[in-house]
């Protein structure tokens, strides 16, 4: 009660919001999916609402201007995260660099993953290993579908990577009417992707010297480089071949994007919590308060993306924006945004699987499948997604 009173006395300026109830706030408000009542309560509150979770007072962000202003403007006064007591409970939370305070050992950790460890060179040197992770996961899929028949993704799902994997490639383009011809792109994927991933180039491309670093290192970029041209080459074809831009298209790289813009893995990013009082949007975001952005309800902002909820991925082919890093405009966060941006993105950003040929269970068709999200710190497809693996 005396918190309740304290909050009360202490809203001066917060910016507008849901009117909150004694004691449980907005908590009753936000349903299953929050993530989509909060892209709402924007509608009718504003791109900045406040609102109370119990005793916590939560700013919300969901538009690319105040995303803009709080994350890079002030992106001192947000760089640190709240702990909640679900991830306090757990073991060595204070190691892990997305729960740490930003103090010189996070920054050092950080640099040392852009760095070090998810730099471009370091990612094409290591490409082998990766390759061969894909292929015990294939191995124990193999065995799984040997003995169950059905493998449920959503059970195996390491949150971000095969959520995202499994929203791309089985659900979207599996809509596609066009899917058959996918063949052909298929096998031009597994060709190029096998050059990329050859350990020993010199005995595959003669005149190649065997430890020859510097080669393999421009190999392995080119062929990558090429990888997206093909592609880029063949859906400028197929648009000029088909004017109406309608239904999916078949790169890899714009339907992953595409599938982060509609699906974001992280749908809220992780909470920042404000280390001083800050003014935006005329209003005041006291210190102590918990900041969401919702990187959702951005993706599907119709100010910023036509025809939002349609996946078409051709929309990033069209746009001259980078989108690699994220957007300069903040209208494309699934990998969030300022100083606390994924550092795992170079990474996400090329780990296109190839090796996996899949069947639907029998009696499913693509576009039976449900494409309702469960909310939770990742997003989750509602009913999971069970595919028999085969023929790697
Ligand atoms: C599709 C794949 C991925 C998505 C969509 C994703 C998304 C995100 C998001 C939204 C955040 C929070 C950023 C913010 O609060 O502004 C984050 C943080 C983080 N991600 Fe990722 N991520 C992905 C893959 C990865 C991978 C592959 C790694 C590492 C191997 C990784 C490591 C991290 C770490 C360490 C943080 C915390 C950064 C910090 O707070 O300093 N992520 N990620």
Redesign the pocket.
């Known amino acids: 009660i005396i918190r309740f009173f304290h909050n009360r006395h202490n809203n001066n300026n917060q910016p507008p919001g849901p009117t909150a109830l004694p004691i449980i706030g907005n908590l009753h408000q936000l349903g299953s999916k929050p993530h989509s009542t909060l892209s709402s309560l924007a509608q009718t509150h504003g791109p900045l609402i406040s609102l109370r979770f119990g005793s916590v007072t939560v700013v919300v962000a969901s538009s690319p201007a105040t995303v803009k202003l709080l994350?890079q403007k002030n992106d001192q006064s947000f760089a640190n995260?709240p702990i909640p007591d679900s991830v306090a409970a757990q073991p060595n939370v204070q190691d892990?660099?997305?729960?740490?305070p930003?103090d010189v050992p996070?920054r050092n950790?950080?640099r040392i993953?852009t760095t070090q460890?998810?730099s471009n060179q370091r990612l094409d040197l290591l490409q082998h290993l990766r390759h061969q992770k894909v292929q015990q996961l294939l191995h124990h899929l193999h065995k799984e579908a040997s003995t169950k028949t059905v493998v449920n993704i959503g059970e195996l799902a390491f949150a971000?990577?095969l959520?995202?994997v499994s929203n791309t490639v089985f659900s979207e383009d599996m809509v596609d009417p066009e899917f058959e011809t996918a063949g052909e792109l298929k096998d031009l994927v597994w060709r190029i992707m096998e050059d990329a991933g050859k350990v020993n180039l010199s005995d595959y491309f003669p005149g190649l010297k065997r430890f020859d670093l510097q080669g393999v290192r421009k190999h392995v970029r080119v062929s990558y480089v090429r990888l997206h041209e093909i592609f880029d080459d063949m859906i400028r074809k197929r648009i000029r071949k088909r004017e109406s831009l309608s239904g999916s298209t078949m790169s890899t790289r714009s339907s992953?994007r595409e599938t982060?813009r509609l699906h974001?893995?992280?749908p809220l990013?992780?909470?920042?919590i404000a280390g001083n009082d800050v003014e935006a949007n005329g209003y005041t975001i006291h210190k102590g308060t918990q900041l969401l952005?919702n990187?959702w309800s951005i993706g599907r902002n119709p100010e910023f993306w036509d025809d939002p909820l349609l996946f078409q991925p051709e929309r990033f082919l069209r746009s001259n924006i980078d989108y690699s890093k994220g957007s300069r405009d903040f209208e494309y966060?699934?990998?969030?945004?300022?100083?606390?941006?994924?550092?795992?993105?170079p990474?996400?950003n090329r780990?296109i699987i190839h090796s996996f040929e899949w069947e639907l269970p029998e009696g499913v068709t693509p576009h039976k499948l449900d494409m309702n999200e469960q909310y939770g710190i990742t997003l989750n497809k509602l009913v999971p997604l069970s595919v028999i693996p085969f023929s790697v």
């Open positions: 994350l995260r892990t660099l997305a729960w740490s930003a996070w950790r950080h993953c460890i998810f971000t990577m959520n995202l992953f982060l974001p893995p992280v990013l992780l909470p920042y952005i990187a966060i699934p990998f969030g945004a300022g100083r606390r941006i994924c550092p795992g993105l990474l996400a780990m």
